[in-house]
């Protein structure tokens, strides 16, 4: 009996030159970020006086040696511990500063000719776009793996003792994150550093903190101050849609419903009550989270600003002096 062996059909170029570019930007990423990524060994103390060994990644920011991690990976410990890089060197660090209310910290590796990360924006990023993670979980070895931006203008809350605060525009991406990962870098296809791997949301969904403007003046002040000073009004709220009149003559759908007011704060002493409308502050016009944390910056810090609130259908103007945010 004869046997008639049937062939795979042509294979289409275009396909394989796709397939070939695509693993081409991500090899490219890989080679260029591998070096700046580091493995983080950190001891935590827990309860009972035990100590325990734990870890993440961190990025080189700097050829002297500040690198950018997560807040979460350094918290509780000693302030220090040992970075690995894929050279092979091992090289002490310490921790310079930390935002757990944004999920970043700097820290200073004990090295010198470092390779540093380009940073990148991640405003410019649009959804589908490649994106490529890069962390290093285990020493010496960089953890690569590749994907897309799935969605933008998510929020993460975090948490630093008593305060809660909403994290904006974080980045989600169907990209895998491996354990340890936290603290490496996500990175856009030409291997700026576009955001901080931050927290793994289910399964095939990634969070990161968004490298931007905002994120920039915070990693700013941790390098030079070793904290971020945050203004606060002591309010929680969130987004209520504005009464259809007033919304057309403002030109703009929403304003911020203040749920509570911290007895005391800020914005008691003001005399703003829950259930108000917060329309304006500082002179710009609030419509959700994102535009009161960005008005809300040190600079407000003791200086009497005015807010304008609908209350009960009608518009008043109150004073208020932010205080420091106690993180």
């Excluded at 040696?65 to 890089?85: N, Q, Y």
């Excluded at 405003?123 to 776009?129: A, D, I, K, N, P």
């Excluded at 490649?130 to 994907?147: D, E, M, Q, R």
């Amino acid at each position: 009996m004869e046997l008639t062996f049937i062939s795979s059909p042509p294979s289409d170029d275009s396909d394989d030159e796709a397939l070939d570019a695509y693993s081409q930007a991500v090899m490219t990423v890989a080679e260029r970020l591998s070096p700046s990524v580091a493995n983080l060994r950190v001891s935590r103390r827990v309860r009972g006086g035990r100590v325990l060994d734990g870890g993440g990644s961190a990025v080189v920011i700097t050829r002297d040696g500040f690198a950018l991690t997560s807040a979460h990976v350094v918290a509780r410990t000693e302030d220090r511990g040992r970075a690995s890089f894929v050279d092979g060197r091992a090289l002490e660090f310490e921790v310079v500063g930390s935002d757990p209310l944004f999920d970043l910290a700097v820290l200073r590796v004990d090295g010198r000719d470092l390779a540093p990360a380009e940073l990148g924006d991640a405003e410019r990023l649009r959804v589908g776009q490649l994106v490529v993670p890069i962390g290093n979980p285990h020493g010496f070895t960089g953890s690569v793996t590749a994907g897309v931006v799935s969605a933008l203008g998510r929020s993460l809350p975090t948490r630093s003792g008593a305060n809660v605060r909403v994290v904006d525009n974080v980045i989600q991406t169907d990209a895998a994150l491996n354990p340890g990962n936290s603290g490496g870098a996500l990175a856009d296809g030409r291997g700026r550093v576009i955001g901080i791997n931050t927290a793994v949301a289910g399964v095939g969904l990634g969070l990161a903190v968004p490298i931007n403007a905002a994120t920039r003046r915070i990693v700013a002040a941790l390098m030079s101050e070793g904290r971020f000073r945050r203004a606060y009004l002591g309010i929680a709220g969130g987004p209520r849609p504005l009464p259809p009149r007033l919304a057309r003559e403002l030109g703009r759908k929403s304003g911020i419903e203040v749920v509570q007011v911290v007895e005391g704060g800020p914005a008691d002493q003001a005399g703003m009550r829950a259930e108000d409308l917060i329309l304006e502050l500082d002179g710009s016009p609030i419509e959700g989270i994102y535009e009161l944390q960005r008005i809300v910056v040190s600079e407000l810090i003791g200086r009497a600003v005015r807010a304008k609130v609908l209350r009960e259908g009608r518009e008043h103007e109150l004073e208020v002096v932010p205080a420091e945010l106690d993180a």
